[in-house]
């Protein structure tokens, strides 16, 4: 499996330009990942973006025989990357939830923006999604229901 991290100053830069502060955006789309963030071994693979920005990928593989799901999701200090399920047609279940913790240069675990998600099962029965959101849900994003 690969994961490919992004120049935090490049992120950093799109995530600040691509909102103004106080205004929240939402967004839940499907969009196939490019081939350079899909993980070997991945079925399929989602993205979802909002204002353009990729918040959050979606990784479907087969694990002991059944589809599991894992999010993986880039956000700002203060943001969370987390997946809903559903069961059986029930309501969604928020599992999973990783934050990026504030604190600036006070907080050595500040500076780290991606995070990932355990791995979840994705057999029949179930339904999952990925989620993140910056700071404040200033800018939200899951991808499609799976």
């Not at 963030?37 to 990729?54: E, N, Q």
Request: with cysteine; hydrophobic share 40%; glycine share 14%.
């Amino acid at each position: 499996m690969r994961i490919k991290i992004l120049s935090l100053a490049v992120l950093g830069a799109a995530l600040v330009g691509a909102v103004p502060a106080g205004q929240a955006v939402s967004a839940s789309a499907d969009r196939p990942c490019p081939a350079e963030l899909r993980w070997d071994g991945d079925r399929k693979c989602y993205s979802a973006t909002a204002r353009g920005v990729a918040l959050v990928d979606l990784h479907i593989q087969t694990l002991r025989g059944h589809d599991h799901a894992r999010a993986v999701g880039m956000v700002e200090e203060g943001g969370a990357v987390w997946m809903e399920v559903k069961k059986n047609g029930g309501p969604a279940k928020r599992v999973f939830l990783k934050r990026v913790p504030k604190g600036g240069m006070d907080n050595p675990n500040a500076a780290s923006r991606q995070k990932a998600t355990g791995w979840q099962y994705d057999g029949p029965g179930y339904l999952v999604r990925g989620c993140a959101a910056n700071a404040g849900d200033r800018l939200k994003a899951c991808t499609g229901w799976h």
